[in-house]
C-alpha cells in the first residue's frame, strides 16, 4: 500500500504561480503512472494531468494545457503540479492518485491523497 501527501497549496492572485508536491511513502512512485485532479465547491472531482511511471509520457486537461506541467522525481518518491497563470477557476482541492503502470493513458486510480486546497481570489 502507499499513502500519499499532498503540499504546496495555498492563497495565490491570478496570474500567479504554484508548485504543488506529492511525497509518497509505502512503495515506489516508480511502480505507478501519477496523476492531478481537482475538485472545486459543488463540483465533481477533475482530471487535471497524468505522467507515466517513468516521467516519459504526459496527459493534460484541456483547460490547463499551457499553463500546468506535472513531472516527477522517483528518486525523491514526488510528483509535482507546476501551476502557472492561475484563473479563478482553477480554485479547487487538488489531489494526487496512483494508477497501475501497465496501462497508459491511465483509467483507474487506485490511491488518493487528502488534498491540498489552492484559491485564486476573485
Known amino acids: 500500500q502507499v499513502q500519499l501527501v499532498e503540499s504546496g497549496g495555498g492563497l495565490v492572485q491570478a496570474g500567479g504561480s504554484l508548485r504543488l508536491s506529492c511525497a509518497a511513502s509505502?512503495?515506489?512512485?516508480?511502480?505507478?503512472?501519477m496523476g492531478w485532479f481537482c475538485q472545486a465547491p459543488g463540483k465533481e472531482r477533475e482530471f487535471v494531468a497524468a505522467?507515466?511511471?517513468?516521467?516519459?509520457?504526459?496527459q493534460y486537461a484541456d483547460s490547463v494545457k499551457g499553463r500546468f506541467t506535472i513531472s516527477r522525481d522517483n528518486d525523491k518518491n514526488t510528483v509535482y503540479l507546476h501551476m502557472n497563470n492561475l484563473h479563478l477557476e482553477d480554485t479547487a482541492v487538488y489531489y494526487c492518485?496512483?494508477?497501475?503502470?501497465?496501462?497508459?493513458?491511465?483509467?483507474?486510480?487506485?490511491?488518493w491523497g487528502q488534498g491540498t486546497q489552492v484559491t485564486v481570489p476573485s
Open positions: 492518485a496512483t494508477a497501475p503502470r501497465v496501462r497508459w493513458p491511465p483509467v483507474l486510480y487506485a490511491y
Open positions: 509505502g512503495r515506489t512512485l516508480s511502480s505507478y503512472n
Open positions: 505522467i507515466s511511471w517513468s516521467g516519459g509520457a504526459t
